[in-house]
T-cell receptor, first 110, second 112 residues
Framework: ELKVEQNPLFLSMQEGKNYTIYCNYSTTSDRLYWYRQDPGKSLESLFVLLSNGAVKQEGRLMASLDTKARLSTLHITAAVHDLSATYFCAGNQAGTALIFGKGTTLSVSS | NAGVMQNPRHLVRRRGQEARLRCSPMKGHSHVYWYRQLPEEGLKFMVYLQKENIIDESGMPKERFSAEFPKEGPSILRIQQVVRGDSAAYFC??????????FGQGTRLTVV
């Protein structure tokens, strides 16, 4: 059974600094996903990582996947207030639903 | 192409009543997933359905909860005899294959 763990669960960031969120998963996952959720809102898909070594970037966010270490990271470059939200990683095995981590709540202050 | 549509957005039920949550997947999507989210918590998988079939219901409580995805019409998550502990946000997601899932806006159920 796939288990997904994120850390940290809360991250207080200063504007302009860099941070990393870690996502470990327990067993083989076909794909690794990152989602963003604003308070009271739905989940927005950010990245889908398909294979070992995959790296995707969108604005100040960059996600990477190391399948050998069963680890994905979400790197935030020069944090800005707009990035304040909760970020979830999720994985799945063929034929199964996405399993989510508990989420990392980011708060950016100036 | 409309996104995943859930209704109602907010639902208030008294203890013991039934709650019916509806989810219309994106056009062309035949895979539907239901998740429950409690305040300050992550998403807990409940059930995975394809048209007329339940693929995985391992996350669904054995009693009072049921789900269906008929050949025609939306997917329905049904909670019978609701209790206060059922209060949560229920999210539906859909995908064209068992891949990236797109989420609806959620139904926030309050049991009073």
């Amino acid at each position: 059974e796939l288990k997904v763990e994120q850390n940290p669960l809360f991250l207080s960031m200063q504007e302009g600094k860099n941070y990393t969120i870690y996502c470990n998963y327990s067993t083989t996952s076909d794909r690794l996903y990152w989602y963003r959720q604003d308070p009271g809102k739905s989940l927005e898909s950010l990245f889908v990582l398909l294979s070992n070594g995959a790296v995707k970037q969108e604005g100040r966010l960059m996600a990477s996947l190391d399948t050998k270490a069963r680890l994905s990271t979400l790197h935030i470059t020069a944090a800005v207030h707009d990035l304040s939200a909760t970020y979830f990683c999720a994985g799945n095995q063929a034929g199964t639903a996405l399993i989510f981590g508990k989420g990392t709540t980011l708060s950016v202050s100036s | 192409n409309a996104g995943v549509m859930q209704n109602p957005r907010h639902l208030v039920r008294r203890r013991g009543q039934e709650a019916r949550l509806r989810c219309s997947p994106m056009k062309g999507h035949s895979h539907v997933y239901w998740y429950r989210q409690l305040p300050e918590e992550g998403l807990k998988f409940m059930v995975y359905l394809q048209k007329e079939n339940i693929i995985d219901e391992s996350g669904m409580p054995k009693e009072r909860f049921s789900a269906e995805f008929p050949k025609e019409g939306p997917s329905i998550l049904r909670i019978q005899q609701v209790v206060r502990g059922d209060s949560a946000a229920y999210f539906c997601a859909s995908s064209p294959m068992n891949t990236e899932a797109f989420f609806g806006q959620g139904t926030r159920l309050t049991v009073v």
